[in-house]
């Protein structure tokens, strides 16, 4: 009998559902080919969530997880639900699912794809061959820090990390590293901040353990700058929630649409796939949107978190070879396209790409 696993999939709002209908229109092609079997089941979250339910991450979610394989998700919020009270707001959903599933390693590459060099604001001689992985710590820090209050003349957030926090995140970038260039950056704002004064120690003590890798320290403002700068420099970029979420969104535009990149959440059970981009309410619906970076978080979900590593070899190759024979989304329109296409129809050539 074939292998069968369980997908739960959170569709979300403005592009996500768009975005996710293709990457499963995908992941049913190569599971056929390859030889084992999908079930999905939806679940609600953000905006889509707070309709249906009243709340953004609504109990049966919660539940419904934990009993799946892995979960693929769209993306969340839009302006409709923007003037709630914050732990109503779709955001509040997602950043709750994190926590719940305790997902505290994002893993988020920035990779050039050779056929897209001309697509970054960057020179191409800068950007060609970057291949970064950014793992961001995403269950604490200053998102999820308490004291937090927001009063008429004042508002604070706390940013706090403990040992345990840091040392677990730190543990998956040197993992990470030696199957890579086994090169490390870690990035924080310990000239200013003793939480990041906290995290270089911990990193330095993890990285007793990890002899070959070799280990360097930035600050966020200047890796901010070293990654337009000369991104090349960079193999594994470890860094707190608030500072990789910045830094994420910077690489993503070394790639030359953040309609590209994937990440892959994972941590201690069921793990969270995800693209980077957000739920782009200005374009839902039009049937523009680059479904690409959800295909390839489908594509990570195979390779990290079933094992299916040839079935997610086959989605990576169908990516490069419709990019290389001109195949673009509208984003991505103006650099060497031989033929813009909409979001279901680059679906379709993925998915009969990866299916041979
Ligand atoms: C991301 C997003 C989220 C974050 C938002 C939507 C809460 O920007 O996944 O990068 O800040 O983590
Ligand atoms: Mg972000």
New binding site residues.
Partial sequence: MSKSYKIGVIKGDGIGPEIIDEAIKVLDAVSVSQGFNLKYEEMLLGGAAIDETGVPLPEETIKGVKKCDAILFG???GPKWDTLERHLR??SG??GL?KEMGTFA?LRPAMVYDELVNASSLKAEVIQGVDIMVVRE?TGGI?FGQPRELHQDMAFNTMVYTREEVKRIAIVAFDIAMKREKRICSVDKANVLEVSQFWREIVEEVAVDYPEVELSHMYVDNAAMQLIREPKQFDVILTG??FG?IL??AASMLSGSIGLLP?ASTGKGVGLF?P?H?SAPDIAGQGIANPLATISSASMMLRYALGENDAADKIDDAIKKALSEGYRTGDLGDYDAKEICTCTEMGDIIADYSSK
């Fill in positions: 993306a969340i919020g779709p955001e997602l950043l994190r994002n995403l998102y929630n608030i979420d994420s969104d990440s995800e980077i957000g």
